[in-house]
């Protein structure tokens, strides 16, 4: 794995957007599909928000997509084995660049059909201790729903494959979700400074 981290971490390094195929196996993925699946099936994914929750700004118009937090305490093999990844991607990222991170959160996102989430900065007041978002992509089939990143003039789309991972820093890059024509499944993610 430490290859892909790697990978991960020059090609951010490179171009403020690092970007890696296969941080997730396919089997890994398609387990995490699964997983998404159910918990939609059970009505456990509930409608995101964008920031300030005290406005209770469940706002449709910004983002339309469904999370649920992972948690270890929920003692599911597949999302253990995703946690046991970050734990050594989190190791190697601050023995090689001393990134300082003390903590992380991830939650499944589902975009359903005709789903989008507008332009927007990820580390907001609330949240001034998220360094880095980090997102894994796991749709084996892909209509729409491209990342788009802003920087300068320049934007970049991103494919949202199953297996890839999209990793950048909260507070610099701004970026927004392009309607997906399938529902598209990910876990979404913040690695944590302390404060
Ligand atoms: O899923 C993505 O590609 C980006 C999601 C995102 O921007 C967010 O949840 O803040
Ligand atoms: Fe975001």
């Keep these: 794995m430490e290859i892909i981290f790697d990978k ?4 951010y390094l490179a171009t403020n957007v690092g970007i890696v195929k296969d941080f997730l196996s396919q089997e890994l993925s398609a387990h995490l599909v699964d997983n998404i699946t159910a918990l939609y ?3 456990q994914l509930v409608t995101a928000g964008t920031g300030n ?3 209770i700004n469940h706002n449709k118009l910004i983002r339309s ?3 649920y937090w992972l948690d270890r305490i929920h003692n599911n093999i597949y999302e253990n084995v995703f946690f046991d990844l ?3 991607f989190v190791s190697h990222l601050n023995r ?3 990134a300082g991170i003390t903590g992380y959160e991830f939650h499944y996102t589902l975009y359903e059909k005709g789903s989008f989430y507008k332009r927007h900065l990820d580390n907001f007041k609330q949240n001034g201790n998220r360094a880095f978002s980090m997102i894994m992509y796991l749709n084996s089939e892909v209509d729409g729903g491209a990342l788009r990143i802003y920087q300068g003039n320049d934007t970049q789309d991103i494919s949202p494959n199953a297996g890839k991972s999209v990793f950048f820093k ?3 890059l701004e970026h927004e979700v392009l309607i997906t024509h399938l529902p598209r499944m990910s876990i979404t993610g913040w690695l944590k400074v302390a404060g």
């Design 65 to 67: 997509d469904k999370i």
């Design 96 to 98: 090689s660049c001393y």
């Design 53 to 55: 929750e005290l406005l």
């Design 170 to 172: 909260s507070n610099e």
């Design 8 to 11: 991960l971490i020059d090609s």
């Design 86 to 88: 970050m734990d050594s």
């Design 41 to 43: 099936a059970g009505e």
